[in-house]
Structure formats: structure tokens, C-alpha cells
């Protein structure tokens, strides 16, 4: 995979992860309940899950794509409606909306259990990879291209849950974040806004 297209998939890939939303409450909470090292686990193990579907995902699309390519069509269109329903969402969302978590006593293993289960339990990640992983797979694709587009979802998922479980230790990261919530998911609306059409346009070269 060319440096410039990985970067592109960097990109998405992060975009996807800091979009607010279960997730993200996830961390919070199990962070604002146990301190730091649940909120890692937590992370971690979501960032397992969120693998698991990418690896789902990049085996089903090169299927989809040599036998089926109408029906692929039809799921990536279908993708890129998804990510602009998320768009508009995240416009419309408030002021607070996911950022605000109440802090419960946890455990580690509850936090892990918890953040596969979040990411497993939320089958539209599916239609978000293969609306993402769409601009990227092809009939042809090495294994080792395939593994290096589920480890990039799976580390940047983590590595930035990890960061908001480390950045939420200072007392003085929520409040901020929560003060500028709307800003936060007006941009992330206007990101997937750009990536649905960008999804609809066609596949990156």
C-alpha cells in the first residue's frame, strides 16, 4: 500500500474513532469510575472488537467485490448514508450530549468486558468499515495489505482511547471538554459529511 493512500486510511480510520458517541461514553465512564487503568483496559479492549469487525469486513469485501459488484455497490452507497446520518446527527447533537459520563465504581474486568461488548454489540460498525475499507480493498489485495488495514483501525481506535483515558486523569480535561462539546460535534458532522460523498465519488487512487 502506497505511503499517501495509508495516510488516507490514518485519517478515516481516526476521524471514525473520535466521532462521539458509546464509545466514547464507554471510556468516561469506566475512567471516571476507576481512574486511569480501567479506562485503558476499556480502550483496549473495545479497540479488539473494533478489530474484529475490520478484519470481518476487508475478508467480505473482496467477495463482495468480485462476485457481487452491484450488491457491493448497493452496501457502500448504503455505508455512505450511514456515515451522513452520523453527520447530521452530530450537528444536531447539543451542547453536552455523549461527552457527559457519570463516573461508577468499575473494575478492570468489567471495563474489559464492557468495551468488547460496546464494540460488538454495536453491529452498524459493519456498515462503517465497509463504507470506510470500501475506498481502499480490491479484488487483488495482498494479505499483508489486508493486515495492515485491520491493525491501523485497530491501533488508532485504541491509541485514542487510550489517550482520552490518560487526558481525563487531569481534572481540568473534561470540563473543557465539555464546554466546547458543540464545536466538537459540529466538526466531527461536517468530517462525515465530506467522507459520505467522498465515499459516493468513488474509491481513492
Not at 467477495?63 to 448504503?78: D, E, K
Not at 491501523?152 to 480535561?173: E, N
Amino acid at each position: 500500500m502506497p505511503l499517501s493512500l495509508w495516510m488516507s486510511l490514518v485519517a478515516v480510520c481516526a476521524m471514525g474513532a473520535m466521532s462521539p458517541g458509546p464509545s466514547l461514553a464507554l471510556v468516561l465512564r469506566h475512567t471516571l469510575g476507576g481512574g486511569r487503568a480501567p479506562g485503558i483496559v476499556a480502550a483496549l479492549s473495545h479497540a479488539l472488537g473494533v478489530g474484529f469487525y475490520a478484519l470481518l469486513t476487508v475478508l467480505g469485501l473482496g467477495a463482495l467485490i468480485v462476485r457481487f459488484p452491484t450488491l457491493f455497490q448497493a452496501i457502500t452507497w448504503a455505508g455512505a448514508a450511514y456515515l451522513a446520518w452520523l453527520g447530521i446527527k452530530a450537528l444536531r447533537a447539543g451542547r453536552a450530549a455523549a461527552l457527559e459520563a457519570a463516573g461508577v465504581a468499575t473494575t478492570r474486568r468489567q471495563a474489559a468486558r464492557e468495551g468488547m461488548l460496546v464494540a460488538l454489540g454495536n453491529p452498524k460498525l459493519i456498515l462503517f468499515f465497509i463504507a470506510l475499507l470500501s475506498q481502499f480493498v480490491t479484488p487483488d489485495m495482498s494479505v499483508t495489505a489486508k493486515a495492515v488495514i485491520v491493525l491501523t483501525a485497530m491501533i488508532i481506535d485504541g491509541a485514542w482511547y487510550v489517550l482520552v483515558a490518560v487526558s481525563l486523569t487531569h481534572s481540568r480535561v473534561l470540563p473543557w471538554l465539555q464546554a466546547r462539546a458543540h464545536w466538537i460535534h459540529r466538526i466531527t458532522g461536517v468530517m462525515l459529511l465530506a467522507l459520505a460523498l467522498r465515499v459516493v465519488a468513488g474509491p481513492l487512487g
